[in-house]
Protein backbone atom coordinates (compact mmCIF):
# COMPACT_ATOMS: atom_id res chain seq x y z
CA UNK A 1 0.00 0.00 0.00
CA UNK A 2 1.20 3.58 -0.66
CA UNK A 3 -0.53 6.97 0.13
CA UNK A 4 0.68 9.68 -2.04
CA UNK A 5 0.19 13.40 -1.89
CA UNK A 6 1.49 16.64 -3.78
CA UNK A 7 4.73 16.51 -2.04
CA UNK A 8 4.90 13.05 -0.54
CA UNK A 9 5.07 9.23 -0.65
CA UNK A 10 3.69 7.15 3.09
CA UNK A 11 3.98 3.58 2.92
CA UNK A 12 5.09 1.00 5.00
CA UNK A 13 8.14 0.60 7.02
CA UNK A 14 10.60 -1.75 7.03
CA UNK A 15 14.55 -2.56 7.31
CA UNK A 16 15.60 -1.32 3.81
CA UNK A 17 14.94 2.23 5.58
CA UNK A 18 17.17 1.51 8.27
CA UNK A 19 20.00 4.22 8.04
CA UNK A 20 17.64 7.34 7.46
CA UNK A 21 15.49 5.76 10.25
CA UNK A 22 18.67 5.82 12.43
CA UNK A 23 19.26 9.49 11.59
CA UNK A 24 16.47 10.96 12.92
CA UNK A 25 15.66 8.21 15.28
CA UNK A 26 18.93 8.68 17.27
CA UNK A 27 19.38 12.31 17.42
CA UNK A 28 18.67 14.34 20.58
CA UNK A 29 17.40 17.06 19.01
CA UNK A 30 14.50 15.30 17.12
CA UNK A 31 13.54 12.95 19.88
CA UNK A 32 13.73 15.62 22.55
CA UNK A 33 10.09 15.10 23.89
CA UNK A 34 9.81 11.37 22.65
CA UNK A 35 8.95 8.61 25.19
CA UNK A 36 10.26 5.90 23.43
CA UNK A 37 13.07 7.63 21.65
CA UNK A 38 16.59 7.99 20.89
CA UNK A 39 17.52 4.66 20.22
CA UNK A 40 20.59 3.41 21.52
CA UNK A 41 22.43 1.83 18.85
CA UNK A 42 22.15 0.34 15.00
CA UNK A 43 21.08 -2.62 15.85
CA UNK A 44 18.09 -1.53 18.17
CA UNK A 45 16.55 0.37 15.69
CA UNK A 46 17.09 -2.74 12.80
CA UNK A 47 14.78 -5.03 15.46
CA UNK A 48 12.20 -2.11 15.90
CA UNK A 49 12.14 -1.70 11.66
CA UNK A 50 12.27 -5.86 11.66
CA UNK A 51 8.92 -6.05 14.02
CA UNK A 52 7.61 -3.14 12.02
CA UNK A 53 7.75 -5.17 9.05
CA UNK A 54 6.08 -8.25 10.93
CA UNK A 55 3.44 -6.46 12.42
CA UNK A 56 2.36 -5.07 8.75
CA UNK A 57 1.94 -8.98 7.61
CA UNK A 58 -0.19 -9.78 10.48
CA UNK A 59 -3.70 -10.84 10.23
CA UNK A 60 -4.90 -7.52 12.59
CA UNK A 61 -2.24 -5.54 13.44
CA UNK A 62 -1.86 -2.92 16.11
CA UNK A 63 1.01 -1.22 15.35
CA UNK A 64 1.40 0.28 11.70
CA UNK A 65 4.77 2.02 10.53
CA UNK A 66 4.93 4.00 7.61
CA UNK A 67 7.87 5.86 5.87
CA UNK A 68 7.71 9.06 4.56
CA UNK A 69 9.21 9.99 1.40
CA UNK A 70 9.87 13.30 -0.31
CA UNK A 71 11.66 13.19 -3.59
CA UNK A 72 12.50 9.92 -3.38
CA UNK A 73 14.19 10.98 0.39
CA UNK A 74 13.31 9.57 3.46
CA UNK A 75 12.47 12.16 6.23
CA UNK A 76 10.37 10.64 8.67
CA UNK A 77 7.79 8.29 10.01
CA UNK A 78 3.94 7.92 11.05
CA UNK A 79 2.85 5.30 13.25
CA UNK A 80 -0.94 4.48 13.65
CA UNK A 81 -2.05 2.34 16.84
CA UNK A 82 -4.78 0.75 16.76
CA UNK A 83 -6.02 0.68 20.46
CA UNK A 84 -9.76 -0.25 20.34
CA UNK A 85 -10.80 -3.85 19.99
CA UNK A 86 -14.04 -2.81 17.10
CA UNK A 87 -10.78 -1.37 15.48
CA UNK A 88 -12.01 2.16 14.73
CA UNK A 89 -10.35 4.50 17.27
CA UNK A 90 -6.18 4.74 16.68
CA UNK A 91 -3.23 7.10 18.00
CA UNK A 92 -1.27 8.69 15.55
CA UNK A 93 2.70 9.83 16.37
CA UNK A 94 5.02 11.25 13.96
CA UNK A 95 8.61 12.00 13.52
CA UNK A 96 10.35 14.05 11.09
CA UNK A 97 14.30 15.03 10.44
CA UNK A 98 15.12 18.57 11.84
CA UNK A 99 15.50 19.36 8.41
CA UNK A 100 12.28 19.13 7.22
CA UNK A 101 10.60 21.03 10.29
CA UNK A 102 8.27 24.04 10.11
CA UNK A 103 7.07 23.07 6.34
CA UNK A 104 4.13 21.90 6.84
CA UNK A 105 5.00 18.11 6.04
CA UNK A 106 3.67 16.21 8.98
CA UNK A 107 0.74 17.98 8.67
CA UNK A 108 0.20 17.05 4.97
CA UNK A 109 1.40 13.27 5.75
CA UNK A 110 -0.93 12.84 9.34
CA UNK A 111 -3.73 14.58 7.00
CA UNK A 112 -2.88 11.99 4.36
CA UNK A 113 -2.88 8.68 6.50
CA UNK A 114 -6.07 10.26 8.32
CA UNK A 115 -7.67 10.39 5.47
CA UNK A 116 -6.80 6.55 4.35
CA UNK A 117 -7.92 5.13 7.64
CA UNK A 118 -11.35 6.79 7.41
CA UNK A 119 -12.02 5.02 4.02
CA UNK A 120 -10.06 1.98 4.14
CA UNK A 121 -9.78 1.33 7.48
CA UNK A 122 -12.99 2.65 8.83
CA UNK A 123 -11.34 4.37 11.71
CA UNK A 124 -13.46 7.39 13.28
CA UNK A 125 -11.56 8.47 16.17
CA UNK A 126 -8.19 9.49 16.32
CA UNK A 127 -6.05 10.56 19.68
CA UNK A 128 -2.56 12.33 19.67
CA UNK A 129 -0.77 13.20 22.61
CA UNK A 130 2.94 14.55 23.20
CA UNK A 131 5.20 16.05 25.86
CA UNK A 132 3.06 18.96 27.06
CA UNK A 133 6.44 20.93 26.19
CA UNK A 134 6.32 20.01 22.83
CA UNK A 135 4.40 23.33 21.52
CA UNK A 136 4.84 22.11 17.51
CA UNK A 137 3.51 19.08 18.04
CA UNK A 138 0.37 20.32 19.78
CA UNK A 139 -0.04 22.77 17.16
CA UNK A 140 0.07 20.58 14.51
CA UNK A 141 -2.79 18.48 17.11
CA UNK A 142 -4.30 22.18 16.88
CA UNK A 143 -3.93 22.30 12.98
CA UNK A 144 -5.47 18.68 12.11
CA UNK A 145 -8.92 19.90 13.75
CA UNK A 146 -8.24 17.74 17.10
CA UNK A 147 -9.85 19.12 20.44
CA UNK A 148 -7.89 19.04 23.64
CA UNK A 149 -8.71 16.43 25.90
CA UNK A 150 -6.58 15.90 28.90
CA UNK A 151 -3.05 17.13 30.43
CA UNK A 152 -2.25 14.41 32.84
CA UNK A 153 0.97 13.92 34.41
CA UNK A 154 3.28 10.33 34.82
CA UNK A 155 4.79 10.89 31.67
CA UNK A 156 8.70 9.58 30.98
CA UNK A 157 10.78 10.59 27.82
CA UNK A 158 13.79 8.37 27.20
CA UNK A 159 16.05 10.96 27.34
CA UNK A 160 15.12 12.38 30.76
CA UNK A 161 14.79 10.84 34.48
CA UNK A 162 11.90 13.53 34.88
CA UNK A 163 8.65 13.01 35.08
CA UNK A 164 6.62 15.34 32.55
CA UNK A 165 2.95 16.13 31.83
CA UNK A 166 0.70 14.92 28.17
CA UNK A 167 -1.31 16.18 26.15
CA UNK A 168 -3.54 14.54 24.71
CA UNK A 169 -6.10 15.29 21.67
CA UNK A 170 -8.57 14.01 20.25
CA UNK A 171 -10.57 14.00 16.59
CA UNK A 172 -14.29 12.55 15.65
CA UNK A 173 -15.18 11.63 12.42
Known amino acids: MEITTERLVVKPAGPEYLESTFAYASDPVVTHFMMHLPVASVEEQRERLERAAEEWKAAN ?28 EAELAWILGRDYWHKGIAYEAVTALIDYARREWHIHRF ?16 RLGMHFVSCLGGRKNRSSNEERQELTYEILF
Open 127 to 142: IAQCDAENTASEQLMK
Open 61 to 88: PHALEFVILMNGWHIGGLTLYIISEDRH
